[in-house]
């Protein structure tokens, strides 16, 4: 599961410094409002789904990813992310 996420990560970095033309990826990373875009629209097909009781998986996965592209756009580190959620621990 988390080879998944790191995977993922990996390729936002890769793709970030290593541009891949044509790649969807390189678009997002590039492209800071289709990112933000994205971010909120994968969101709200999510809370859709949920509410609807379908699709539920795809759209949460959806959300992950456009999520960490647009993290890794903004130079937020999902370490960093990682971390804040760890002090906050009860």
């Known amino acids: 599961m988390l080879n998944t996420?790191?995977?993922?990560?990996?390729?936002?970095?890769?793709?970030?410094?290593?541009?891949?033309?044509?790649?969807y990826t390189n678009k997002l990373l590039t492209d800071k409002a289709l990112s933000k875009a994205k971010v909120l629209e994968e969101v709200d097909e999510l809370i859709e789904a949920v509410?609807?009781?379908?699709?539920?998986i795809h759209e949460a996965a959806?959300?992950?990813?456009?999520?960490?592209?647009?993290?890794?756009?903004?130079?937020?580190?999902?370490?960093?992310?990682m971390s804040e959620l760890e002090k906050r621990k009860k």
């Open 51 to 56: 509410e609807k009781d379908s699709n539920k």
């Open 62 to 81: 959806d959300v992950f990813y456009h999520l960490l592209i647009y993290l890794e756009a903004n130079d937020i580190k999902i370490e960093e992310v």
């Open 5 to 23: 996420l790191e995977n993922l990560i990996k390729l936002a970095r890769e793709r970030k410094f290593s541009p891949n033309e044509g790649s």
